[in-house]
T-cell receptor
Framework: GESVGLHLPTLSVQEGDNSIINCAYSNSASDYFIWYKQESGKGPQFIIDIRSNMDKRQGQRVTVLLNKTVKHLSLQIAATQPGDSAVYFCAENRGTSGSRLTFGEGTQLTVNP | EAQVTQNPRYLITVTGKKLTVTCSQNMNHEYMSWYRQDPGLGLRQIYY???????DKGDVPEGYKVSRKEKRNFPLILESPSPNQTSLYFC?????????????FGPGTRLTVT
């Protein structure tokens, strides 16, 4: 069935390293994807999004890559900092105007000093 | 400050006692949505609203009701709560323009039904 999932439930990196968080999706018709960060005790916070007509989008220290051939999405965080420690979710849009986001289960990123 | 607020933040109740979780946003967003978050299941959409008086079911609407009488508020109603509705609930809103569908999330409401 349709689902959005993440390859690894946890990821541990050293401060200053680059982090890569992966996401697989199954709905080839999804036209929009988004990454959220959730810190402990808080609501999800927007990081970056990408539309299906793009392969790559860059933000501040973050890059999202979209491979529609294999239905894979990744989030790259450059020079990872302790403040990046959080759970990261990818989500795909199934509805019109972003109305139906399906979230993956999340990856816990831990940054070691 | 632009934000989504939820009340209460924590609630412990008993089976069958009706409750309402309020959600309010001050960003004049058209779109609002409710999610529940459970370990191992991620965020699942309960209900959403594209605009005032327009609501629709998400993936897990059973046992919940919503209303959207005004743009800023989107309360979640549990008419007869059951223990399987124990969860962390998030309200979100979005401007929903064609460029981005970024949803702004509230701080969450942790509900325990005994």
């Amino acid at each position: 069935g349709e689902s959005v999932g993440l390859h690894l439930p946890t990821l541990s990196v050293q401060e200053g390293d680059n982090s890569i968080i992966n996401c697989a999706y199954s709905n080839s018709a999804s036209d929009y994807f988004i990454w959220y960060k959730q810190e402990s005790g808080k609501g999800p916070q927007f990081i970056i999004d990408i539309r299906s007509n793009m392969d790559k989008r860059q933000g501040q220290r973050v890059t999202v890559l979209l491979n529609k051939t294999v239905k894979h999405l990744s989030l790259q965080i450059a020079a990872t900092q302790p403040g990046d420690s959080a759970v990261y979710f990818c989500a795909e849009n199934r509805g019109t105007s972003g109305s139906r986001l399906t979230f993956g289960e999340g990856t816990q990123l831990t940054v070691n000093p | 400050e632009a934000q989504v607020t939820q009340n209460p933040r924590y609630l412990i109740t008993v089976t069958g006692k009706k409750l309402t979780v309020t959600c309010s946003q001050n960003m004049n967003h058209e779109y609002m949505s409710w999610y529940r978050q459970d370990p191992g299941l991620g965020l699942r959409q309960i209900y959403y609203s594209m605009n005032v008086e327009v609501t629709d079911k998400g993936d897990v609407p059973e046992g919940y009701k919503v209303s959207r009488k005004e743009k800023r508020n989107f309360p979640l109603i549990l008419e007869s709560p059951s223990p399987n509705q124990t969860s962390l609930y998030f309200c979100a809103s979005s401007l929903n323009n064609k460029g981005s569908y970024e949803q702004y999330f509230g701080p969450g409401t942790r509900l325990t039904v005994t």
